[in-house]
């Protein structure tokens, strides 16, 4: 399962994560293995209410488990203070959100270097904007911007700080198939040319030929993995 | 690194489009700010300036520490008041007290003339030459006259004004014009209301002076300065046993001279002002940023998370949102401060009409500026705080996740059947307010403080208004007071009715008197007044007349507290003139005047008291008004007669002075209250308007008109102005009680009142305010972007 003699990025093990809700807890995971490889494309498939955002946030530092550990190289996210959690996340992690997320007041290239003033040896704004095809929308604001070319900005503001792992939560969800193509097109390029570590989550079953390997959770379980022989381009996927 | 290069940082260019595009809160709230910082800025930096002026003043003139009055004491005496201990200084003067006949003025004024040496060369309280020349020492009738007495008459050096000596009508030629540190403040012995029209201070040549007084080798009034670290006490202590053969009236220290005294407590109620007030105002912004603030944040909850998703750390980003407080603070105190200084430079002004100074400079220190900065500054940071704190504890999970709608629930109201059939716009005004009761809540009391600032600056013309009335058509209702310069046997009430134009007279009798109870005591007049007054008349701050009881004195509740004593108690009355007796009087009641202190007898038993028959030493006289000018002419012929107070003018000239002061106070009051108004009712609105946009435009697209629209944000805004209006009287008067508690000093004992006229009126501002606040809404209400609020999400 593992290429030989490469070191995971990430060994979570056992994970779960409880929510309580009331009276009622909800069972978000329920003991999830994971690892990750580095320049690894994964993608997350899974029912809806299955864990998959429960696991990236996990994975991203945005959220601890309630047991279970998650270590990344050589740091333990689960013991982690709030305050080491930002650095990882500040240091190694990129993230793409279903919703975008851009910052209203500021310029696609403003966004970007949101990212880029806070972390050592970045590219510049308009680099990772024209890594993901936006060279002509450096200065327009996310108002000004279709819902795809606000997701790829989003693309370049994960990027943009040549980040370790990227994890992608839905990139395409909000996107029409050709908007989502074009999305996909970056994250791969950017997998393929920087080498990151890639997790991508979706519904969409047909983006699984993209991928290295395919995880399918279900229940807050991991239903199955399946390592893909050949990876097909975003072009080739038929949705 | 392009970073490097960026002059401004991605964040900062975030807060700068953030704080535009709420420009009209962040500017409403700068406001508020604003007008604490200008108030602050104008009351401290005049307390400064006065204070340092007067500092100035008093060293370079050498104003005394201690001064004494007395009938008549051989000059000798000054020698053996120098060996007292501690005294540095002795000088001594002929001051007396006249009847000035004042060309073009058809009532007789009063005056003061004070012998100077030649040259002016006064070793204490040396007046200072504004204008002309000294007196010529070989000229008895050469004068320097007092500045604001020759500026109310338009006199200079040249001019004449004629002075009743003995019965003799003396003319004084001004030769120049004089200011002195003990005059700053100049008013007629026994007035509280300044009038420099009709009252003058003369300085003149010893030798004249002394001759038409019958001074020659003596003096009747000293002054000394002390060595620092000499205590006034033993001074005036020894002082009094000194002067006590001579008909000494009682040494006061510097603090208790009229003009020193007035001075220092306008300084101190400058001071409290300038602090009061102003921390009302910014208590008051603290709260409208943290609203503001909270409600911009929450619609910025899906960034805050974003930007901890990307690794942004809570320190870095609540530093980020304190800044946008600090931002809008300030704006407001640089603004508050530029019209703060204006402001000062405009009260400075006014302050040159009551008080004279030989330079009156305006100064903003840096203490008060980069104290009214620091205090917005660290206010702004107070507010923003809690609102930042509560923000940044957002999970950065929570940006992968789609806001969840806001919870609502049917409103208590709507439980009742009765609401149910309310129209679907009241019922969504009603749900809102309900769901957020705190804020709710919140803005009910913002705008409940613009209404106290305007209750209470309203309510101040109510009170000077309440304070004429008390004084001059139930206490003093006669037309005129006329104060002999001497007692006069009871046979003087006749000569007294039988001048012209006199309908009625009431003899009193002015015991000056130094009243003590042990260790305290405080040296004033004891006034005897008839059983039942028709004109003078003692006045309680309920507006009941007081009756005097038969025997026993009767203190003003100021003097009772003062001295320590109340009804059952007794006071030693230490009789400042004649054979100067001491008696032990019992104190029949207090009464609670408006007065500071005063203490009252009925002139029966008053004149038991000191042995004599119907002495008396002023009268208050009814006159007919078409015969006014007669008896002015008259008085100012009578040898007896002291002074004259004629009430109209006295009233004409207070109301002038002011009316002036008055309408600029009030014009600030209203302006600043308007502001807070409007301020807190603008971002109620608009945090009304930011958080329902969404739910308002779908409104609309549903086909409701925008008429139908806005009402619902406008009832909303309605039910909180409406429901502030009592909490704002409530506030208001409790506050005014308190301020007015700073205002209470030996002077004045002012009753804060609210009339149902000042409540319309400030109700009519805070509405208005409130309507004009939600008219800018409304027209922002226009134009919603129906497409661009339904396609973004929040
Ligand atoms: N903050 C939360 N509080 C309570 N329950 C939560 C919370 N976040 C997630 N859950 C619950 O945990 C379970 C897993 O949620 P998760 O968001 O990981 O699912 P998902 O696989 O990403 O689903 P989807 O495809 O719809 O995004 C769901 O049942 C969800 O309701
Ligand atoms: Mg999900």
């Known amino acids: 399962m593992s290429p030989p003699g490469e070191e995971p990025v990430f060994v979570a093990r056992n994970l779960t994560k409880v929510y309580p809700m009331g009276e009622v807890e909800v069972h978000a995971l329920r003991g999830v293995d994971f690892d990750l490889y580095p320049r690894e494309f994964v993608v997350l498939l899974g029912p809806s209410g299955s864990g998959k955002s429960t696991l990236l946030n996990i994975l991203g530092g945005l959220d601890v488990p309630t047991s279970g550990s998650v270590v990344y190289r050589d740091h333990n996210l689960t013991t982690a203070n709030e305050a080491a959690l930002t650095e990882y996340r500040r240091d190694h992690v990129g993230f793409v959100f279903q919703f975008y997320n851009l910052i209203p007041s500021l310029t696609a290239r403003e966004n970007v270097a949101l990212v880029t003033e806070i972390v050592d040896d970045p590219m510049t704004p308009a680099e990772a904007l024209g890594l993901v095809g936006l060279t002509g929308r450096l200065d327009h604001f996310p108002a000004q911007l279709s819902g795809g070319e606000q997701q790829r900005v989003a693309i370049a503001r994960a990027i943009a700080k040549r980040p370790d792992v990227l994890l992608c939560d839905e990139p395409t969800g909000a996107l029409d198939i050709t908007t989502g193509v074009v999305v996909l097109e970056a994250i791969a390029r950017v997998n393929r040319e920087l080498g990151t570590s890639t997790v991508v989550i979706t519904h969409n079953a047909a983006i699984a030929g993209m991928a290295d390997r395919v995880v399918r959770l279900a229940d807050g379980r991991v239903a199955s993995v399946d390592r893909n022989a050949t990876r097909i381009s975003a072009r080739e996927l038929s949705w | ?794």
């Not at chain 2, 309280?125 to 320097?144: F, K, M, Q, S, T």
Request: hydrophobic share 50%.
């Open chain 2, 1 to 794: 690194m392009v970073s490097r290069r960026r002059r401004i940082s991605a964040l900062d260019m975030k807060l700068l489009r953030d704080l535009w595009e709420m420009k009209g809160q962040a500017l409403a709230i700068a406001a508020v700010i604003a007008a604490g910082v200008t108030m602050f800025v104008a009351y401290l930096s005049n307390f400064n300036s006065l204070e340092r002026t007067l500092s100035n003043y008093y060293e370079r003139q050498r104003f005394a520490d201690v001064f004494a009055t007395a009938q008549r004491a051989p000059q000798r005496v000054a020698a053996r008041m120098a060996d007292i201990p501690g005294v540095v200084t002795v000088d001594t003067r002929v001051v007396a007290d006249v009847t000035i006949d004042v060309p073009g003025l058809d009532e007789p004024a009063s005056g003061r003339l004070v012998s100077i040496p030649p040259g002016g060369a006064s070793p204490l309280n040396a007046p200072i030459l504004r204008r002309g020349a000294w007196p010529d020492p070989a000229r008895p009738d050469e004068v320097v006259a007092s500045e604001m007495f020759c500026e109310a008459n338009g006199f200079g050096p040249g001019d004449h004004v004629f002075a009743i000596i003995n019965g003799r009508r003396r003319p004084l030629t001004i030769v120049g014009v004089g200011l002195s540190p003990e005059y700053v403040y100049s008013v007629r012995p026994g007035e509280i209301f300044t009038d420099n029209r009709r009252y003058g201070i003369f300085w003149m040549n010893r030798q004249a002076l002394a001759s038409a007084f019958d001074m020659e080798g003596g003096f009747n009034d000293v002054a000394l300065t002390l060595s620092p670290g000499a205590s006034d006490d033993e001074v005036i202590g020894q002082l009094d046993r000194l002067l006590e053969p001579y008909g000494g009236l009682g040494a006061y220290p510097r603090r208790l001279q009229v003009s020193a005294w007035t001075l220092s407590n306008e300084l101190t109620q400058l001071q409290t002002f300038g602090l009061v007030t102003p921390m009302i105002f910014l208590a008051v912004a603290a709260f409208i940023l943290n609203i503001a603030l909270a409600r911009a944040l929450a619609l910025q909850r899906a960034q805050i998370a974003a930007l901890k998703a990307l690794g942004y750390a809570n320190r870095e980003l609540a530093w980020h949102y304190v800044k946008w407080a600090l931002a809008i603070a300030a704006i407001g105190s640089v603004a508050g401060m530029a019209v703060g200084a204006w402001l000062g430079v405009q009260m400075i002004e006014l302050y040159n009409e009551y008080f004279r100074f030989p330079m009156l400079e305006y100064r903003l220190s840096i203490d008060v500026a980069a104290g009214s900065m620091a205090g917005s500054l660290l206010v702004a940071a107070l507010g923003a705080q809690s609102a930042v704190r509560r923000a940044v504890a957002v999970p950065p999970a929570e940006a992968m996740r789609p806001d969840s709608p806001a919870k609502y629930r049917p409103s208590i109201g709507e439980r009742w059947r009765v609401f149910r059939r309310l129209p679907q716009a009241s019922r969504m005004v009603l749900r809102n307010v309900e769901r957020q009761p705190v804020r709710a809540a919140m803005s009910v009391v913002g705008i409940g403080f613009a209404g106290a600032v305007l209750l209470i600056g309203f309510s101040f013309i109510d009170v000077m208004n309440v304070l004429i009335d008390e004084q001059f058509m139930y206490a003093m209702r006669q037309d005129v007071t006329v104060t002999f310069s001497r007692p006069l046997s009871a046979g003087a009430v006749h000569a007294v009715s039988r001048l012209p134009g006199v309908i009625d007279v009431e003899p009193m009798r002015i015991v000056p008197a130094r009243l003590r109870v042990g260790h305290r005591h405080r040296t004033l007049a004891v006034t005897g007044l008839e059983p039942a007054p028709r004109l003078h008349r003692v006045v309680e701050r309920s507006g009941r007349v007081f009756t005097l009881p038969p025997d026993g004195l009767v203190l003003s509740k100021m003097l009772g507290e003062v001295l320590g004593v109340g009804p059952g108690g007794a006071v030693r009355v230490e009789v400042l003139e004649g054979a100067r007796p001491v008696f032990d009087v019992p104190v029949a009641a207090l009464v609670d005047d408006s007065m500071g202190v005063q203490a009252y007898m009925r002139l029966d038993a008053l004149h038991r008291l000191m042995r004599e028959g119907g002495t008396l030493t002023a009268a208050a006289l009814m006159v007919d008004p078409g015969r006014v000018d007669a008896l002015n002419a008259a008085l100012k012929q009578l040898p007896a007669v002291a002074g004259v107070a004629v009430r109209d003018a006295t009233l004409r000239s207070f109301r002038e002075t002011m009316a002036e002061h008055m309408n600029l106070i009030i014009f600030f009051n209203v302006f600043f209250a308007g502001v807070i108004a409007f301020g807190v009712v603008y971002n109620a609105a608009r945090v009304s308007l930011s958080e329902r946009g969404r739910e308002l435009a779908s409104l609309r697209v549903l086909g409701y008109t925008r008429g139908e629209v806005a009402l619902i944000l406008v009832g909303e805004l309605a039910l909180l102005t409406v429901l502030s209006l009592p909490l704002g009287a409530a506030v208001g008067y409790a506050l005014g009680v308190y301020i007015m508690t700073i205002f209470t000093n030996e002077v004045y004992r002012l009753p804060f009142l609210v009339t149902p006229q000042t409540v319309a009126w400030t109700f009519l501002t805070v509405i208005a305010a409130a309507a004009v606040s939600a008219l800018a809404v409304r027209r922002q209400l226009d134009r919603l972007d129906l497409v661009g609020v339904l396609k973004s999400r929040e």
